[in-house]
């Protein structure tokens, strides 16, 4: 009978042990997930967002450029 105790002991405490280990990765995945969205959604100057805006701004405008100066090579 004993034994049996330490058994259920052990085995409860491996089960908890692993429901604790799943339960820290989903909150550490959703707390990086809610860091992530904060950064693209924030409306200060210094916004994720307006910084990949301005990027692709800059990458726009540099195609533009190229595009331009390659049609005046070939003319």
Excluded: H, P
């Excluded at 990949?52 to 990458?59: E, S």
């Amino acid at each position: 009978m004993l034994l049996q105790i330490k058994n259920f002991r052990f085995w409860m405490k491996a089960k908890m042990g692993q429901r604790g280990a799943a339960i820290t990765e989903y909150v550490v995945l959703l707390a990086f997930v809610c860091v992530i969205g904060y950064a693209l959604l924030d409306s200060t100057d210094n916004g994720l967002t307006k910084s990949i805006g301005a990027v692709i701004k800059k990458v726009t405008e540099m195609l533009g450029d190229a595009e331009t100066t390659a049609t005046k090579k070939s003319s």
